[in-house]
Nanobody
């Protein structure tokens, strides 16, 4: 069984920063790609950032230059550093982990609210 658990969401003022963390645990041989998705009320889910096991990254255009994704392969953990947050970043953020021979697993989500 595999668990993917996010943490670090909350309420922040515009221009502020938050750091999200996500840890995968259970029967895991290795994790290929990890990523962060988000879904705002009334909108479709979108990929925010992704990172391969080797460290190659990709970002949505809307977060480039403001968000940074990183991971710790030894700890099966991925992070999302979010700076210069905007109200339009408000959403539930979900972590994904593509686990070898086990498929893609999603976390339960963590709420990020950017408001004054």
């Amino acid at each position: 069984q595999v668990r993917v658990v996010e943490s670090g969401g909350g309420l922040v003022q515009p221009g502020g920063s938050l750091r999200l963390s996500c840890a995968a645990s259970g029967t895991i041989f290795s994790i290929n790609r990890m990523g962060w998705h988000r879904q705002a009320p009334g909108k479709q889910s979108e990929l925010v950032a992704g990172i391969t096991r080797g460290g190659s990254t990709e970002y949505a255009d809307s977060v480039k230059g403001r968000f940074t994704i990183s991971r710790d392969n030894a700890e099966n953990t991925v992070y999302l550093q979010m700076n210069s947050l905007k109200p339009e970043d408000t959403a539930v953020y979900y972590c994904t982990a593509e686990i070898t021979a086990r498929g893609i697993h999603w976390g339960q989500g963590t709420q990020v609210t950017v408001s004054s």
